[in-house]
């Protein structure tokens, strides 16, 4: 299965969760500043992602977005809500 991930760079934090918890290793820190003065998390290795969702689950910002190739419509199957 593959997937897809986008991140908001300008909701990130960068908290790092979501680095520690992609079992695949896609996502990494980026080294350029953000408008809020963090280091934001990037997409690094995308090919190697399988849509599990875990980033976002642990994202506590809300900025990550996922998708599965598997998934018949083009809605994300994680994204970012704000009630």
Known sequence: ???????????????????????????????????????????????KCTGCALCAQMCPEIAITVWRDEDSKDEPLASPSRS
């Open 1 to 47: 299965m593959k997937g897809k991930i986008a991140i908001d760079r300008e909701l990130c934090k960068g908290c790092k969760y979501c680095v520690l918890s992609c079992p695949k290793g896609v996502i990494t820190m980026d080294c350029e500043f953000n408008a809020s003065g963090y280091f934001p998390a990037a997409v690094h290795d995308g090919e």
